[in-house]
């Protein structure tokens, strides 16, 4: 708990030592990865590197954006370490130094940083283990606005992209993929266990429901405003196009209606884009690609932009 609850102290091991006796009482020692010098400069390094993070903040932020600046920050700055995740050899990818100092880490040191950076910028989380896909996982727990969510950085960190199907989302949702450790002391003498483990059921400050195009139809007025956010793409030279549908749609036909087969929405309106707005960029109608998040009926498309001049 300690651990988890100040990843600064990452230079603590998980050995620990304890004695008793009338004059002292119980006495605990931990020990240490490194020398005290060794801390001292690792401390630094990692105050540092926390401050440069933290630079993409401003004092009138609402929550929301300032978690999702620090999200992308450290997404953008880290890369997932393979080779670490199946030995503790190196303690250093799962502590939050290796994430935000080293650039490399597990989920555990994804987590403990996302922590990190969150305390600093105002905001109380907690990290949560578990397992995805069989595999042990770590991720945060984030209390917005008096509310719950889970935020899974390590799973957002789609290798050369940012994506956000974890950002923010219900214990309903996230029961999808993953599996909560039972809060301690478990049944069965589970070896990993949580402390605690918020209910996540609010929804308003979802990824999807804040950020992406809601279609709730094909109709004009859904083309308009799918329009509008591909024009505002071009003009601020972005290509991730996220885009929620409304719950009345089937999930699978209006993915395969919008991209995949007739009417082909996306590429007709990214013509029309290309068509109205006066810019050097141009979308390239090939090299489309998307990830579904079903269960937040929701789709997240990547588009290429090619670079046009007058004739």
């Known amino acids: 708990a300690m651990r988890s609850d100040n990843p600064q102290i990452f230079w603590i091991t998980n050995r620990?030592?304890?004695?008793?006796?009338?004059?002292?009482?119980?006495?605990?020692?931990?020990?240490?990865?490194?020398?005290?010098?060794?801390c001292g400069q690792r401390i630094q390094k990692l105050a540092q590197a926390v401050r440069k993070m933290c630079s993409v903040l401003n004092g009138n932020q609402p929550v929301f954006s300032r978690e999702l600046a620090l999200h992308d920050a450290l997404l953008a700055s880290v890369t997932y370490d393979g080779e670490a995740a199946g030995s503790a050899e190196n303690p250093e990818p799962f502590t939050a130094y290796g994430a935000l100092v080293e650039g490399k880490a597990v989920c555990q040191g994804y987590a403990l940083a996302m922590k990190l950076l969150l305390c600093y910028a105002g905001i109380e989380s907690t990290v949560i283990s578990g397992a995805s896909q069989g595999v042990a996982h770590a991720?945060?727990?984030?209390?917005l606005d008096e509310e719950w969510y889970y935020l899974d950085a390590t799973?957002?960190?789609a290798e050369q992209r940012i994506?956000?199907?974890?950002?923010?989302i219900t214990s309903e949702?996230?029961?999808?993929d993953h599996m909560v450790d039972p809060v301690y002391p478990g049944e069965g003498g589970e070896e990993q266990y949580n402390l605690w483990i918020?209910?996540?059921?609010?929804?308003?400050?979802?990824y999807f429901n804040r950020c992406a195009v809601y279609l709730n139809g094909f109709d004009e007025e859904n083309d308009q405003r799918l329009l509008a956010r591909l024009q505002s793409m071009l003009a601020a030279s972005s290509t991730m196009l996220a885009i929620r549908f409304d719950s009345s749609m089937d999930y699978e036909e209006s993915v395969s209606m919008l991209i995949t087969d007739q009417p082909y929405k996306l590429i007709y309106l990214m013509q029309r884009a290309n068509q109205s707005y006066g810019s050097v960029n141009r979308f390239a109608m090939e090299d489309i690609q998307y990830t579904k998040a079903?269960?937040?009926n929701a789709v997240t498309i990547w588009l290429r932009l090619d670079s046009f001049q007058e004739p």
């Open 16 to 38: 620990f030592g304890y004695d008793s006796d009338t004059r002292r009482g119980t006495v605990v020692e931990l020990y240490s990865y490194y020398s005290a010098k060794e």
């Open 294 to 296: 079903k269960g937040q």
């Open 139 to 143: 991720w945060n727990a984030v209390l």
């Open 173 to 176: 949702v996230l029961q999808i």
């Open 155 to 157: 799973w957002n960190d």
């Open 163 to 168: 994506r956000y199907d974890y950002f923010n």
């Open 198 to 206: 918020p209910e996540c059921t609010a929804v308003t400050l979802n």
